[in-house]
């Protein structure tokens, strides 16, 4: 069902017929793993940019500078996942998206 609905980041997501938070909890897992595969090809993306093949013909120093900025880069992408990050987008599908009604 979660996959017919095809529930995207930043959707609220409620259900009021909630019994055991099931379908809440895969509607959480199916955006959380859109999420991560994003951010898993924008490592790639990065990687793929910065460790060309003129990589192994740059000086040690700027080989440094590359490596440290991909690291920068990776540092703020992982911080999109860290539920501690009061700014990180599982953050705000945790607490911003999904809700369940219960009388």
Known sequence: MVEVLD???G???CDPCCGS????I??????????ENEIHLAKERIKKDYYNA???KLTEKKREAIDETVNDLFH???AELDINNSK???RALSFD???WYRR
């Open 76 to 78: 703020k992408l992982n």
């Open 21 to 24: 938070g099931g379908f809440l």
């Open 7 to 9: 529930p995207q980041e």
């Open 54 to 56: 003129d990589y192994e």
């Open 97 to 99: 998206c999904i809700f």
């Open 26 to 35: 895969k509607a959480f897992e199916y955006v959380r793993a859109k999420i």
């Open 11 to 13: 959707e609220v997501i």
């Open 88 to 90: 990180s987008r599982i």
